[in-house]
């Protein structure tokens, strides 16, 4: 399945926005948007979320940490580009956020790994978030199936085999899930 990421490329560096923006491959990202400092990705980021976030630190008025620290929190996935001389500082203070961060200067075929390594991350979280979905879309439905059973339970007499039963004969008697059942029993006793 192929997806379109859209990307903020944050840098004051234009020769640098150009080689990063190449660098995308095309069939996986938007044409990116860019920001020239911090003030201005946060302005960017107001009314969208980015899926990748490439910051070439520091920019005249912030070197970002804290920026984006604030941005992974929101399932975007960020590399952090950083002199060599502070590098080690700063991987430990967002290593700890689940943010990649490199040295400078690096080599087109780091930085080629880098994106790619991003890809990866960014399938897996979807991957999770979707198992996450599910797995809570199931246990919404057996709070519902298990609040109309008391319902019948209490109000009908049933004992709670009978219940469940009476449940799953609707549902297959009208070809309907047991959460729809149910809401239609919580919905009648309300």
Same mark, same amino acid.
């Given at each position: 399945m192929e997806h379109s990421y859209s990307a903020l490329?944050?840098?004051?560096? *234009? %020769?640098? &926005?150009?080689?990063?923006?190449?660098? !995308?491959?095309?069939?996986?990202f938007e044409k990116p948007s860019f920001a020239n400092s911090i003030n201005s990705a946060k302005r960017e980021t107001t009314d969208k979320d980015?899926?990748? +976030?490439?910051? &070439?630190?520091? !920019?005249?008025?912030? !070197?970002?940490? @804290?920026f984006a620290i604030d941005?992974? /929190?929101?399932?975007?996935?960020?590399?952090?580009?950083? %002199? &060599?001389?502070?590098?080690?500082?700063?991987?430990?203070? !967002?290593? *700890?956020h689940g943010i990649f961060s490199l040295p400078k200067p690096m080599s087109k075929q780091a930085m080629i /790994?880098?994106? @790619?390594?991003?890809l990866t991350a960014k399938t897996h979280l979807e991957s999770n978030h979707k198992k996450s979905?599910? +797995?809570?879309? =199931?246990? *919404? *439905?057996? @709070?519902?199936? &298990?609040?109309? =059973?008391w319902l019948l339970i209490s109000k009908e007499g049933l004992l709670e085999p009978e219940a469940h039963k009476q449940i799953e004969k609707e549902a297959m008697n009208q070809c309907k899930t047991k959460k729809e059942i149910a809401i239609q029993i919580i919905e009648k006793y309300s």
């Open positions: 490329i944050v840098s004051s560096n *234009e %020769q640098f &926005n150009h080689a990063i923006a190449s660098l !995308l491959p095309k069939g996986s980015y899926d990748f +976030i490439i910051i &070439n630190a520091p !920019l005249g008025d912030d !070197l970002g940490m @804290r941005k992974g /929190t929101k399932d975007a996935i960020i590399l952090f580009l950083v %002199q &060599n001389e502070i590098y080690g500082e700063v991987f430990d203070k !967002l290593s *700890e /790994t880098a994106v @790619r390594w991003m979905v599910k +797995i809570e879309d =199931k246990m *919404e *439905e057996i @709070r519902l199936v &298990n609040k109309a =059973k």
